[in-house]
């Protein structure tokens, strides 16, 4: 495993680099004089740091600033070939693939890889063997790879690589087992949470206070709170599916009725569609239906894409829904921006944002929703894979 100062222990000089790498990460470049007032520190101690950051390869000299007038300073910045950073995004059956470049551009990503992840070694192994296929293909160098994110469904416990819904093992958690395959630090995050970092940094937003509304097969959510990743006191804030919000009766996946996952998701929209279907509805799903018994996601997006009647509906239904859970968490946090990413936020589009706009509008209050953005995702099926890269060199900063 590549060792470097991210790795060893923090002293005073280790923590004023990583504080310069992160000042770099989240405003660009920077001269030694704006360095040194952001990181309290003098200017000889600054061109101190910032050489032994170019001599260890994580910074590199921009050459001179384009103020007019006066000495022009040298601008310095991070070096985008200093390390690698891979992202795996794991669903029900399948994964993707994200390798960003130190400074977290996207230089590579893979989509729709073939993968049904269990709670078992043998499932962990294939990972780690896909991965270094993956990466053996794209040609880099193993001695520059960094470190792994893994983003995974369910309630998962970052700090010690445990998910409650795939590992098996008390003593030896899914990220020791990566960890020992392929020789590079390794962490796991939720699925949700990796797409908001992945929004937040590697969507290039300025907003330092934002949430991410995760619609997929369920309904979850990532908070972005005064620029920082926001967990909860256990690591299992952004329950959002889970909040008692309608009155359907509908018994939730936790146990628990009338959860607004029952009303606001791709199962409850298949739910909603194979109860119409049942009864005869006219839909161009009622073909599929009719041949095997059921629908599933991928038929409705595509029945969406292809402007079916009770398709549409439906998701306007679940839009609608949505919006008055958001109305509620735009009164309690008043966020500068609302993202709402997934699976089904993605193949809906528009016709999934109109009716949460209009129910945000409906139920929110006016003073707190005059400054609140509602934006569909920028990455797309990109989000989690290259969130998850982007929290691992977070990591190894200690900025999270």
């Excluded at 601008?75 to 059956?93: K, Q, W």
Aim: hydrophobic letters at 40%; proline letters at 2%.
């Amino acid at each position: 495993m590549r060792e470097t100062f991210l790795e060893k222990k923090d002293n005073k000089n280790s923590l004023l680099k990583k504080n310069i790498l992160f000042l770099c990460i989240e405003h660009g470049e920077h001269s030694i004089a704006s360095i040194s007032e952001a990181i309290g520190a003098s200017v000889p101690t600054a061109t101190k740091l910032i050489g032994e950051l170019m001599d260890e390869g994580f910074m590199i000299d921009l050459g001179k600033s384009g103020t007019s007038g006066g000495r022009r300073p040298s601008i310095y910045g991070l070096n985008p070939e200093a390390g690698y950073f891979i992202g795996v995004d794991i669903r029900n059956t399948h994964a993707s693939i994200a390798i960003t470049d130190f400074k977290g551009g996207l230089i590579s990503f893979q989509d729709d890889i073939p993968f049904k992840m269990e709670a078992n070694e043998e499932a962990v192994h294939h990972v780690a063997s896909n991965i270094r296929e993956y990466l053996d293909k794209q040609g880099l160098d193993w001695n520059k790879i960094m470190g792994l994110g893994i983003s995974i469904p369910g309630r998962v416990n970052p700090v010690t690589g445990y998910s409650n819904s795939y590992s098996f093992d008390t003593k030896r958690p899914i990220s020791q087992i990566l960890e020992e395959d392929l020789n590079i630090h390794v962490v796991l995050e939720n699925d949700s949470r990796a797409m908001t970092y992945g929004e937040y940094l590697g969507g290039g937003l300025k907003e330092k206070n934002m949430l991410f509304v995760n619609v997929s097969w369920g309904l979850g959510m990532g908070m972005i709170l005064n620029g920082k990743l926001y967990y909860g006191v256990s690591g299992y804030s952004g329950e959002f599916g889970h909040v008692p919000l309608l009155d359907n009766g509908l018994m939730c996946r936790c146990g628990k009725i009338g959860c607004l996952e029952t009303g606001a998701s791709g199962s409850a929209m298949v739910r909603l569609i194979t109860k119409e279907l049942q009864t005869g509805r006219a839909s161009s799903l009622a073909r599929i239906f009719k041949t095997e018994g059921k629908v599933n996601l991928n038929d409705i997006f595509t029945a969406i894409k292809n402007e079916d009647i009770l398709a549409i509906e439906t998701v306007e239904k679940i839009g609608t829904n949505l919006g008055k859970g958001l109305a509620g968490l735009i009164n309690i946090f008043n966020p500068e921006l609302v993202v709402i990413g997934g699976k089904m936020a993605v193949a809906a589009g528009d016709y999934l944002m109109l009716p949460i706009r209009t129910a945000i509008k409906r139920h929110v209050l006016n003073i707190a929703n005059q400054d609140t953005h509602i934006k569909l995702t920028q990455l797309k099926k990109k989000a989690a894979a290259t969130g998850a890269a982007l929290l691992v060199r977070s990591r190894m900063l200690g900025i999270l």
